[in-house]
């Protein structure tokens, strides 16, 4: 379980950390959760630890990256739209952990036992190394289509370019021009 650490809002926040144009809320909850599970971890650690550099803009399916040795975070902004309280209770610990074990032990196995071990320790986590997040609107849905030799997924952009007639896509093996698999929504 993840504990939000009521007793440390009040603390006074570290210098900026982040050097972005205006946040949103759900962004500015992640920088401050950020810090919080630093204070937590400095707590129970006894030291201290540097800030890392945050930002917004990772794309694709990760909700978040560790980059050890720059000591920064990127976290991905349309998953955090979607999914604001999995960041909180589960991303940002996640990734933090990364960072710490790092500043700990040096290079060690990303999800290895010091990552497991501070994960339980520091914030009552179990270390799994999925987040239960609906990626769907990231995950590039496929559409499929057929030719001679098979399925062919294609990508939405292009399946859409089917759709409205603009184009068709031939097999580039047996040259035939790709139809829509029937039956699939
Ligand atoms: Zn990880
Ligand atoms: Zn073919």
Redesign the pocket.
């Known amino acids: 379980m993840f504990r939000p650490l009521q007793s440390l809002f009040a603390q006074p926040r570290h210098k900026k950390t982040v050097s972005q144009d205006a946040l949103n809320s759900d962004q500015q909850a992640i920088v401050e959760t950020v810090e919080d599970c630093y204070l937590l971890a400095e707590t129970q650690l006894g030291r201290r630890f540097p800030r890392p550099e945050i930002n917004f803009k990772l794309r694709g399916k990760s909700a978040?990256?560790?980059h050890l040795q720059i000591n920064k975070l990127r976290f991905n902004p349309v998953l955090l739209a979607e999914n604001p309280q999995v960041f909180i209770q589960q991303v940002v610990p996640?990734?933090i952990?990364?960072l710490l074990a790092y500043q700990l032990y040096g290079r060690v196995k990303?999800?290895g036992k010091e990552?497991q071990a501070l994960m339980v320790k520091l914030y009552g986590l179990s270390p799994s190394?999925t987040h239960s997040l609906n990626t769907d609107s990231v995950a590039g849905k496929t559409y499929n289509y057929r030719c001679q030799c098979g399925v062919v997924p294609l990508s939405i952009r292009r399946h859409n370019k089917v759709q409205r007639q603009q184009t068709q896509y031939r097999c580039r093996r047996c040259n035939e021009t790709l139809s829509r698999v029937q039956g699939e929504s």
């Open positions: 978040g990256t560790a996640h990734e952990c990364h990303p999800h990552w190394t």
